[in-house]
Each structure stands twice: as structure tokens, then as C-alpha cells.
């Protein structure tokens, strides 16, 4: 038992966390093409999907940009300022890591229901929606601002006292078993396995544009945090994927910004100020309960 | 839309669990569980009439070298026994010391007397001569090699660096 309660180092969580992520991209590349070879057997394949599919991988290289820009360091320091002020004398071992791991699970949770249920953060989360297909390359569709609200939301952690590293390993960890649901070619699993983990038939239903699929399963590992906070569908009905309105365009510059051209035409055509604020921290589609006469009538 | 009592559920849940889940991994992680684990794996050892890993004869600890750059100067190699004296680079307290002077390549270097346990294994090549790693600011400007570090810059924890007595082999690394 001794490995698991004895000190690591948080330069070598770190040093897995980028061998895991980086690992996984090249796994994940292997797997898309035993798809697409899966998809032509089945005569589904076709020039949108080949067109979608290398759309995703140009958000993701947009996403990288953005992020390096916007988020890079920022990111890093903003944790470890946080980390000063930890409540807890957490060292880092095995153990810590997996609670770790379970602690950011939820996180997970909660981050991605806010990033559907709140118009702003949605207008970015909106890219990933937006394929009306479902492989391993959806998942590394991202938004201009996908790397903004994890930041936010696993702040607590450090502020608990889990050392920056162990909190982005865990971060990651999620995000690549996160990835691994996003197939067809995975029908479903054992009950026991339903029941507990997040799997590709729950994730299926949370990319699902049918009405009772909508704003369900955010799972990331699992699942029970939608049992317990009554966000569960079971797939039942065949699962029409992508955004209730589709963008129906594989171009990348649509898939990336149409969130926001969205959201800003919304927000522009709500009369009065207090409405404008009310499309933005709302969930999509939101109207006012008593709609506002325009001043000019 | 969720009721006031499903948000305020969520908010209590995920509160609770993150307190206990943080209160857990401190309790979990202190010096105190992990003597009680070394206690609890002793006696399971005793229980089953085996010795324990840690007093295995498993050869003398042989160091392998690999990647000197030159052959200037001497390479130092240090065995630590003892989790505080590697954290803190301390050379009186080492379990074993070997000076040499440095080859191209590859070279071993064995310790006669460490035949069992387990060891840190701290390797520099010493171009100047000075014993002492060199540093220019916070990189270092000589060689250096920990077992199972990746870079020079890589500094692993005892637990990660620990390797049992036998050939080993150890890279030397140039920032």
C-alpha cells in the first residue's frame, strides 16, 4: 500500500499530465481512422462529414491559439496565487490525486450545466454542439473561450489546498476520458457500467438535439452527478445530433464564431438595457416573462 | 428550470463533498497515515514469514552513466539511503560515495557495500573539478543525473528517485 500514501513529486503529475494529453491526441487520431473505415463500410460516409471532421481539428488549432493568447500564463499564476491560501496541508500522493481526480469530476459537472444554461458562456461551448456528426474528432472541437470558465470554476481546489499541478492533471484526465465517449461505434455497455460511469450511450444523449435530450448528461467520468442533481436521460430514441438550430456549414470560421454572432444579434435586438443583461446571463432562448414595448412605439 | 430546492441541494451537496473530499485527501497525505501504512505493510511481511523488499539482496548497486560529454574533470556519484539527506542534498549523511575521473560515453561505477535496500542515485560531472554543481542563475552549467529524472532540470522526490541496489542506469543531463 505504501506507493499509493507516500509523497510524489507535483513536477512529475505534471510531467504525466502533458505525456497523457499528448499521448492520447496521437491514440485518438488512430481511433478516428477506424471509424471513418467503419463509416464507409456502413455507407455513411460522406464529403460533409470528411468536411466536418477536418473542421474540428481547425477549431482546435484556433482554440490553441486563442488560448495560448489570451489564457497562457495567466492560467498558471492565477493558481498559484490561489494556492497560497490553501485551508488544507494537502501533500501530494496517489490518493490525493484520485480525490483529486473525483473533485474535478464534479467540477466538471457544474462547468459544463453552466456553459449550456448561460447564454455567455454557452455562446462559446455552442462550436463543440455544432457538428451534426458524432466521432473522436467532435471532442476537439472547441469554442474561442473554452479555456476561460475552467479556470474559474477549479479555483476552489487550490483554494482547498490540491497543488496546482495535481488540479490541471485532474483537469486533463477528465477532458481525455471525456473524449474517448464521443463514438457511434460503442453501443452500450454493461448495466453496472451504465448505471455508475459516464459512457458513449449518455454522452450520445447529451449531444442530442431532440426535445427530451435537450440539457442533459454533462457527466465527465460519472454519471451518478446527473442522477443525483436530476439532469439524466437514458438513450431510448434515435439521437439527432447537433444544436436545435444548426448551422448547417462546415466552413471553420462559422463553426468558431457563430456562437457569439449570435448571441451579439440577440443581444442587439432585445429591447431595453435590462433585457440585453437578461439574454446574456440566461439560458438560450430566453425571453422576458412581460415583453417590453419598444420606446419608439 | 430547476426548483429553489434542487439549486439549493446542489450548492449544499457540492459544498459537503468538496470540504470532506479535501479534508480526506489531508488526512490521507500527512505523515501519520503513511508511518501507519509502513507499519501495516511490516507486519503483514512478518505475518507471512517474507522479507520485506526493502532487505532483499538484490546485488551491489552498479551505476550505469550514460551521456558524459566530455572526459574533463571527475564524475561524483552519490547513493542516498535516507529521504531527508536527498531532499536536502546533504553529503555527510550519504550511504555511499565514489569519485572518478570522467570518461566519454558511458562509464559504471559500482558500490561493493550496498547490496540490498533501496537508493536516490545523484550523478555529477564535475568538469572543473571544484565538487560542486555548477549553476549559472537557477540552470545548471555541469552535468547532473538523479535516477529516474528526465531532464536536468527535473528534480524527482525521493519515492520517484529510489531505485534498488543492482545495475541501474542513470543519465547525465546538460542544461
Redesign the interface.
Known amino acids: ?9 507535483n ?2 503529475v505534471s ?1 504525466l499530465e502533458t505525456l497523457v494529453n499528448d499521448y492520447f491526441f496521437l491514440i485518438a487520431l488512430v481511433y478516428l481512422a477506424f471509424e471513418l473505415v467503419r463509416y464507409a463500410i456502413k455507407k455513411q460516409l460522406s464529403w460533409t462529414l470528411i468536411g466536418d471532421t477536418i473542421t474540428n481539428y481547425i477549431t482546435l488549432a484556433m482554440f490553441i491559439v486563442t488560448a495560448a493568447l489570451v489564457v497562457g500564463l495567466f492560467y498558471v499564476s492565477t493558481f498559484f496565487y490561489v494556492y497560497q491560501f490553501a ?7 496517489w ?2 490525486v484520485i ?2 481526480v ?2 474535478a469530476d ?1 467540477t466538471y459537472y ?1 462547468e459544463h450545466r453552466f456553459m449550456h444554461r448561460v447564454n455567455f458562456a454557452w455562446a462559446t461551448h455552442t462550436v463543440h454542439h455544432s457538428s451534426p456528426f458524432f466521432n473522436i474528432s467532435v471532442a476537439y472541437r472547441f469554442g474561442p473561450m473554452d479555456g476561460i470558465w475552467p479556470l474559474l470554476f477549479h479555483l ?2 487550490a483554494l ?3 497543488h496546482p499541478f495535481v488540479i490541471f492533471f485532474a483537469e486533463i484526465f477528465v477532458q481525455v476520458y471525456q473524449t474517448v465517449l464521443h463514438t457511434e461505434a460503442i453501443r452500450k455497455l454493461p448495466r453496472p457500467i451504465e448505471a455508475i460511469m459516464s459512457t458513449p450511450s449518455h454522452h450520445r444523449v447529451h449531444h442530442g438535439s431532440n426535445e427530451k435530450y435537450l440539457d442533459k448528461n454533462y457527466a465527465g467520468i460519472f454519471i451518478i452527478w446527473d442522477r ?3 439532469t439524466f436521460a437514458c438513450e431510448d430514441e434515435k439521437v439527432v445530433y447537433g444544436l436545435v438550430t444548426p448551422i448547417e456549414s462546415v466552413n471553420p470560421f462559422v463553426a468558431f464564431f457563430h456562437g457569439f454572432y449570435r448571441l451579439g444579434r440577440d443581444v442587439w435586438n432585445m429591447p431595453g438595457f435590462f433585457n440585453k443583461i437578461g439574454v446574456l446571463i440566461h ?1 438560450p432562448g430566453w425571453e422576458p416573462k412581460s415583453k417590453p414595448k419598444s420606446p419608439a412605439e | 428550470m430547476p426548483s429553489n430546492a434542487m439549486r439549493l441541494f446542489g450548492l449544499v451537496a457540492t459544498t459537503g463533498m468538496f470540504v470532506a473530499g479535501a479534508w480526506l485527501a489531508q488526512e490521507a497525505s500527512s505523515p501519520e497515515t503513511l508511518a501507519a501504512v509502513l507499519e501495516a505493510d511490516r507486519e503483514y511481511y512478518e505475518s507471512q514469514d517474507k522479507v520485506p523488499p526493502s532487505q532483499q539482496i538484490t546485488g551491489p548497486l552498479s551505476v550505469t552513466l550514460e551521456g558524459i560529454r566530455n572526459a574533463k574533470g571527475k564524475v561524483l556519484v552519490l547513493a542516498y539511503d535516507d529521504k531527508t539527506a536527498y531532499e536536502n542534498s546533504d553529503p555527510e549523511k550519504v550511504a555511499g560515495f565514489i569519485e572518478a575521473s570522467a570518461k566519454q560515453g558511458a562509464m559504471t561505477i559500482t558500490f561493493p557495500d550496498l547490496t540490498s535496500g533501496e537508493f536516490a542515485v545523484v550523478a555529477i560531472h564535475d568538469e572543473n573539478g571544484n565538487y560542486d554543481l555548477d549553476f549559472n542563475g537557477l540552470t545548471p552549467t555541469e552535468g547532473v543525473g538523479v535516477s529516474n529524472a528526465f531532464g536536468s532540470l527535473d528534480n524527482p522526490g525521493f519515492d520517484r528517485a529510489k531505485v534498488k541496489a543492482g545495475p541501474v542506469d542513470v543519465t547525465v543531463h546538460y542544461y
Open positions: 500500500m505504501e506507493q499509493f500514501f507516500a509523497p510524489i513529486s513536477e512529475y510531467y485551508i488544507f496541508d494537502i501533500e501530494t500522493t490518493i490525493t480525490i483529486c473525483i473533485l464534479i457544474w476552489p481546489l482547498l489546498g490540491f443525483m442533481f436530476g439560458p
